[in-house]
């Protein structure tokens, strides 16, 4: 079965740290890029960290110098630091496998996960 299981998030303060985990299972995890979203209250769900098949990674503006994204090929994980954490970090995190993209969109392969809440407080 294709499945991802996030886990690892929590409550904080302004300016904490957090690390998500993600645990991938069924598909033939290292040949495939990894990505995480966050939804937050009201809004749409939005790609924030992708970590390729060759290990390359990329950032959405909101969380670049702060959050670190890794890949454990041996384990079939995907790991999130989240550190220097802001009220507007507070949301449901998600992650997946990128089954195919065109410039503007991509397809996820497997059906999202429970999600992993952070919240952080001011």
């Known amino acids: 079965q294709v499945r991802v299981v996030e886990s690892g998030g929590g409550s904080v303060q302004f300016g904490g740290s957090l690390r998500l985990s993600c645990a991938a299972s069924?598909?033939?995890?290292?040949?495939?890029?990894m990505v995480w979203y966050r939804q937050a209250p009201g809004k749409q769900r939005e790609l924030i960290a992708e970590v390729t098949s060759g290990h390359t990674t990329n950032y959405a503006r909101s969380v670049k110098g702060r959050f670190t994204i890794s890949r454990d090929n041996t384990k079939n994980m995907v790991l999130l630091q989240m550190n220097s954490l802001k009220p507007e970090d507070t949301a449901i995190y998600y992650c997946n496998a990128v089954k195919s993209r065109s410039r503007d969109q991509i397809w996820e392969l497997t059906p999202w996960g429970p999600g992993t809440q952070v919240t952080v407080s001011s």
């Open positions: 069924g598909f033939a995890f290292e040949f495939y890029d």
